[in-house]
């Protein structure tokens, strides 16, 4: 089955940049989307096929694809972007939607 | 306003079953695929099932095939799971979830909690 590798935890001081990643073999043939997901609320889509922002996201939030990886920079960071985030992609081979293991994003 | 508003969930025993409902508004739920995404306690995001835009293709996860089944009630506009021969390892947060050109979740409900315990 198709798994997409994301790191348990990232941690980053407020202003600066945060970088979250999400790998796995032939994902550059795949759309990635990305998802924030707070404490005890429901998933947001913030980024989907790749880089496209969904309306109303802040221009802070971008993704990307290089490789084997796809990440999630977001700029600027601040207090209020603590959260889970998630990738996930469709895997045409199964037919199935498969989600990363998800991020832990901390502002210190 | 584009909204999915779900009911339904609660404390079931094991090998039991459940009704889970997820009503949209704002939209005509028959022109989306909607989802079915799971979340065990303190776990990331797992995809369920899926029925297709035109509620005649459905697909689930593996570990539910047999067991759950999606179904549409087009004039209430609603999505339903039905969960049967429920296991400890289903309780989780259920959300529905209407499709972005059928590969990502652009719109989720608020989530509902399925606790499957004796």
Known sequence: SYVLTQPPSVSVAPGKTARITCGENNIGTRSVHWYQQKSGRAPVLFIYYDTDRLAGIPERFSGSISGNTATLTITRVEAGDEADYYCQVWDSNSGLWVFGGGTKLTVL | ?118
Request: net charge neutral; hydrophobic share 35%; glycine share 12%.
């Open chain 2, 1 to 118: 306003q584009v909204q999915l508003v779900q009911s339904g969930g609660g404390v079931v025993q094991p090998g039991g079953s459940l009704r889970l409902s997820c009503a949209a508004s704002g939209f005509d739920s028959i022109n989306y695929g909607i989802h079915w995404v799971r979340q065990a306690p303190g776990k990331g995001l797992e995809w369920v099932a899926v029925s297709w835009y035109d509620g005649t293709n459905k697909s689930y996860t593996d570990s539910v095939k047999g067991r759950f089944t999606v179904s549409r009630d087009h004039a209430k506009n609603t999505v339903s799971l039905q969960m049967n021969s429920l296991r400890a390892e289903d309780t989780a947060v259920y959300y529905c979830a209407r499709d972005l050109s059928s590969y990502a979740f652009e719109i989720w409900g608020q989530g509902t909690l399925v606790t499957v315990s004796s």
